[in-house]
């Protein structure tokens, strides 16, 4: 066994013919009898060229002002 950070997040990379390659996140877990069933959610995307896309980070909230609009090229 190894320790692990109980507060880490969770991203599973899927892709296969008919699904595109994608992160997704669990987003909620049951347990039923010896099954673990793990719900998954897809992510919000993030710019890879945030200075270069105008992307400012919001000093009060910490909150990045997003540049994916609809037709850009940044993302």
């Keep these: 066994?190894?320790?692990y950070d109980t507060n880490a997040e969770v991203k599973i990379e899927y892709s296969n013919d008919r699904?595109?390659?994608a992160q997704l996140f669990v987003n909620d877990f049951?347990?039923?009898g010896n099954d673990l069933?793990?719900?998954l959610d897809v992510g919000k995307t993030d710019?890879?060229?945030k200075e270069d896309c105008g992307v400012k980070e919001t000093?009060?909230?910490?909150v990045e002002e997003s540049c994916c609009?609809?037709?850009s090229v940044c993302c």
């Design 1 to 3: 066994m190894r320790s």
């Design 19 to 21: 699904f595109h390659t």
């Design 30 to 32: 049951e347990l039923h």
């Design 37 to 39: 069933l793990i719900k």
């Design 47 to 49: 710019c890879k060229a």
């Design 59 to 62: 000093a009060a909230v910490g």
């Design 69 to 71: 609009e609809t037709g």
